[in-house]
Structures are given as structure tokens and as C-alpha cells.
């Protein structure tokens, strides 16, 4: 194993699990709030499929971000209008959007191309950051990545401040812990919940357009492929804190590289079946871990009516 094998193996890393840290980071406002974020899947659906349809559409992927992102904010705020403001069960109206999504990405993707598939779309290339890129080792792996790979890093830091430094943050911490006591003190509970829930949506669907523009130049059914599972029990395993949740997010990602490098040798002496199980088996194992000290939020899950 040469050191530039090492390198590679790194930089694809950092890039492969972009999209599983922004579900994480979205998951980690959501239920920190006190709301499930059992729609990552189906925020990520959307986001993908509205941001390569606008992208194939405007030729600007720009754009096809953005609409990306609006498209699940949308869909999140229709499952905080159930979930949070008329109290239907979190977890069934998560479960629910995502197989709307499911059922609704597919069909549309057959309504436009039908069956010859979703056209390819130019690849977002790496940027090297000048001077930085030259550094031996990890200036190739660190400094010479796509657009969205060095913005999803940014916010890792950003979404920590946020969330335990200022005022909002707190807020969103009371009202998962105890809604009651924050109403009390004059929180709104349902807006913030609200807006948490929505900063989730914003956040998965982020993480559906890298999926589609810069990783996979296209969108096939199904794309998250249990991407926004991974992403919840990263933002479970890292204890609802953004840098927690990112860096459990980068062994998902390992994982993830460490399985399309054992397809490609091709020869190798395991089954087919158990390298495409690789990420899950590492989620099973996080998922053992998680049962042995993670506390969720007191009040997680729970609907609040304002006295």
C-alpha cells in the first residue's frame, strides 16, 4: 500500500460523505428540538431529483442547488405542519414522506425520460485552493475538492456555534429538553420546532443535490439508497452535536469508499453481497454502540400544546 493510494483513499473520503454529514447536521437541529427526523430519506429524495431536473433545465448548477433545497424545506415544513402544529405521530409521518418521495421521484423520473434514463450532467470539477493545494499529502486531500465539499465543512463549525452559542441554539435545546418550562420563559415552542424541523429539510436536500450533481452527474431511482438512515444514526451516534454527527458521518464515508475500491479489485475472495453491505454493517455497529450511553432529548418526539 503506497502513500498515494493513502491519499486517494483519503480525499474520496472526505468527498463520499458529504452528503451523509449534511443529513446528519440537519437530523441533529431536528431532533435536538425534540421533532424525529425520520424524512431525511425523503427531504434527500427530493432535493436530488428537483435539483437535477432544474440543473438539466437552467444549465446552471447553481440554481439546480437551490431549487434542490427548496423542494425539501417545502416538504419539511408539510411534515412540521402535521407533526409539529396538529401533533400526528413523528415517526409515522416520517416513514410516510419517505415512501411519498420514493413513489413520487420515480414516477415523474419515468413521466420525463421514461426509460431511457435521466441525462448526465457536467461534473462539478475540484477547485484547488492556490498555495494550498501544493502542500505535500494533504494538500491534494484537502484542498483540492469540489465547491459543496468545502461549503459542507465550512458549516460543520458554523452549525456548532449555532446550535450551543447563541440565543437560538439555546432556545432549541430548551424546547426539546423541557417545552413546557420553555414556554414559560416566552419561547414559542411550535415556531421553533418548526424552523428546526424546516433547517433539516434544508439540510438533507443540500445533501440530495450533492448526491446527484457532484457525485452521481445524474439521478437514479432510489438515489439516497439508505444514505438518510446513515445519516440519522450518525447524528444519533455523535450525541446531536454537528461535530459528533460529521465525524461519524466520515466513517460512513470510509466505509462507503472502502466499498467501491473492494468492487473494483474484482477478484478478491468475498462475496458481492457482503461488500455492498459494508456501510451497513459499520450503521449496525453504531447502532450496538448507541445503546450504551446516548441520551436523546427529554422531550423528543413528544407533541406540546401551548397551555
Known amino acids: 500500500m503506497n502513500i498515494d493510494f493513502i491519499v486517494e483513499y483519503l480525499s474520496?473520503?472526505?468527498?463520499?460523505?458529504?452528503?451523509?454529514?449534511l443529513i446528519a447536521l440537519g437530523v441533529c437541529y431536528s431532533e435536538k428540538a425534540g421533532v424525529h427526523a425520520m424524512g431525511a430519506e425523503g427531504y434527500m429524495l427530493i432535493g436530488a431529483f428537483v435539483s437535477v431536473v432544474m440543473t438539466i433545465a437552467t444549465?446552471?448548477?447553481?440554481?439546480?442547488?437551490?431549487?434542490?433545497?427548496?423542494?425539501?424545506?417545502?416538504?419539511?415544513?408539510?411534515?412540521?405542519?402535521?407533526?409539529?402544529?396538529?401533533?400526528?405521530?413523528?415517526?409515522?409521518?416520517?416513514?410516510?414522506?419517505?415512501?411519498?418521495?420514493?413513489?413520487?421521484?420515480?414516477?415523474?423520473?419515468?413521466l420525463f425520460w421514461g426509460t431511457t434514463g435521466v441525462p448526465r450532467i457536467e461534473a462539478m470539477n475540484p477547485i484547488p485552493i492556490p498555495i494550498l493545494s501544493k502542500i505535500p499529502l494533504i494538500g491534494p486531500m484537502?484542498?483540492?475538492?469540489?465547491?459543496?465539499?468545502?461549503?459542507?465543512?465550512?458549516?460543520?463549525?458554523?452549525?456548532?456555534?449555532?446550535?450551543?452559542?447563541?440565543?437560538?441554539?439555546?432556545?432549541?435545546?430548551?424546547?426539546?429538553?423541557?417545552?413546557?418550562?420553555?414556554?414559560?420563559?416566552?419561547?414559542?415552542?411550535?415556531?421553533?420546532?418548526?424552523?428546526?424541523?424546516?433547517?433539516?429539510?434544508?439540510?438533507?436536500?443540500?445533501?440530495?443535490?450533492?448526491?446527484?450533481?457532484?457525485?452521481?452527474?445524474?439521478?437514479?431511482?432510489?438515489?439516497?439508497?439508505?444514505?438518510?438512515?446513515?445519516?440519522?444514526?450518525?447524528?444519533?451516534?455523535?450525541?446531536?452535536n454537528p461535530i459528533g454527527a460529521a465525524g461519524a458521518g466520515l466513517v460512513f464515508g470510509a466505509s462507503e469508499v472502502l466499498q467501491l475500491r473492494l468492487q473494483m479489485l474484482g477478484n478478491i475472495q468475498i462475496s458481492s453481497y457482503v461488500i455492498l453491505m459494508l456501510p451497513y454493517l459499520v450503521a449496525l455497529v453504531f447502532i450496538l454502540l448507541i445503546g450504551k450511553g446516548r441520551r436523546h432529548p427529554a422531550a423528543m418526539g413528544k407533541y406540546y400544546r401551548k397551555q
Not at 474520496?12 to 454529514?21: E, F, G, K, M, Y
Not at 439546480?64 to 409521518?93: K, M, P, R, T
Open 59 to 110: 444549465g446552471n448548477h447553481f440554481l439546480g442547488i437551490v431549487f434542490g433545497i427548496l423542494a425539501a424545506a417545502v416538504s419539511s415544513a408539510l411534515f412540521s405542519a402535521f407533526a409539529v402544529y396538529l401533533g400526528a405521530n413523528q415517526v409515522i409521518c416520517g416513514l410516510g414522506l419517505n415512501f411519498i418521495m420514493l413513489g413520487l421521484t420515480s414516477a415523474l423520473q419515468r
Open 142 to 240: 484537502l484542498f483540492n475538492q469540489p465547491i459543496l465539499t468545502y461549503v459542507t465543512y465550512l458549516l460543520i463549525p458554523a452549525a456548532w456555534w449555532i446550535m450551543f452559542k447563541s440565543t437560538w441554539g439555546l432556545q432549541l435545546r430548551a424546547v426539546g429538553e423541557n417545552p413546557s418550562c420553555a414556554d414559560t420563559l416566552g419561547i414559542n415552542v411550535a415556531r421553533t420546532r418548526s424552523i428546526s424541523a424546516i433547517v433539516c429539510g434544508v439540510f438533507c436536500g443540500m445533501g440530495g443535490a450533492v448526491l446527484a450533481l457532484q457525485q452521481v452527474q445524474s439521478f437514479t431511482e432510489n438515489i439516497s439508497n439508505g444514505r438518510g438512515w446513515l445519516g440519522l444514526i450518525a447524528a444519533t451516534f455523535g450525541g446531536w
Open 12 to 21: 474520496s473520503t472526505i468527498r463520499v460523505a458529504v452528503p451523509i454529514i
